[in-house]
């Protein structure tokens, strides 16, 4: 395959998005546009699948074929699409509360079957289309317009559910670093497997105004500060490491796709009755 330009990706007469101003999904649509590019892929076998939310709008803005469900069911709606057409490459595009809260239990079970597809989750830490409640990833103490007093609750630490899960892949990127993430998204797409990758991103209207980051550069670099490497975490202490995200990869190896697994299957099936 040959890297092309990320614009061939977006579907350019769309734009401008309906995002707000200052959101982070454009820095990540254009880094899933430019992983296209760098791999070079076949627009007509590349489908963008998302669900409900801010960041579900996303596949609207790319000029590959595109599949937009009902809320929380992107990865089921994905898997489907896998089965049925192994030759599409299949990202899926969801927010936290699409990919991690309402739909976390198909989070876990393409993690643990290992179904071939890239899961793009941008984590805004909130319902930001809805109103900006709390989501399963919101930190605690954050106020949000159904947590008023201080969220009370723990939040999901996503790539480490992904891992626990059996994702094959997983990483975190942030959108304060737009190139990394867009290198974190094409080694997902390389992998065979299940992939995860994590754009922490901000939510300036929602998330940010309610905790004290009152315009967009405030929320970034809010968002900078409590963002440390994998490399440098592993010199900090956890006293030193509470309310930070933790950047890189989480898991890189190798295991057998469940397409490949449900095809030999079916040859074994096959081979068995033919012989009988």
């Not at 596949?59 to 590959?64: E, G, P, T």
């Not at 901000?202 to 315009?215: L, W």
């Amino acid at each position: 395959m040959t890297a092309r330009n990320y614009r061939e990706y977006l579907a350019e007469n769309r734009l401008p998005t309906i995002w707000c101003p200052g959101c982070g999904n454009g820095i990540v649509l254009k880094a899933v546009a430019g992983a296209f590019a760098d791999l070079g892929l076949d627009r007509r076998k590349t489908a963008a699948v998302s669900g409900i939310g801010c960041w579900g709008w996303a596949d609207d803005y790319l000029a590959v074929n595109a599949f937009h469900g009902t809320h929380g069911r992107a990865l089921a709606f994905a898997t489907g699409i896998k089965l049925a057409n192994p030759e599409l490459t299949v990202v899926v595009l969801m927010g936290d509360g699409d990919g991690a809260t309402i739909g976390g239990n198909h989070l876990i079970h393409a993690a643990r079957r290992n179904v071939d597809l890239t899961a793009v989750v941008v984590n805004n830490y909130n319902y930001g289309m809805t109103g900006g409640q709390y989501s399963g990833t919101t930190p605690r103490g954050s106020i949000t317009s159904t947590s008023p007093l201080g969220h009370v609750e723990d939040p999901f630490d996503l790539c480490a559910l992904a891992a626990a899960a059996g994702a094959s892949f997983v990483a975190r990127g942030s959108v304060c670093g737009g190139e990394n993430l867009r290198d974190l998204i094409r080694r997902g797409l390389e992998h065979r497997g299940f992939s995860f990758v994590e754009a922490a991103s901000v939510c300036p209207t929602h998330f940010g105004r309610k905790n004290g980051r009152r315009t967009p550069a405030e929320a970034f670099r809010w968002l900078r500060d409590h963002s440390v490497s994998r490399e440098r975490a592993a010199g900090l202490s956890e006293e030193e490491l509470r309310g930070k995200q933790i950047l890189g990869f989480f898991a890189d190896r190798q295991s057998e796709d469940y397409g490949t697994r449900y095809r030999k299957a079916a040859e074994h099936f096959r081979g068995e009755g033919e012989s009988s």
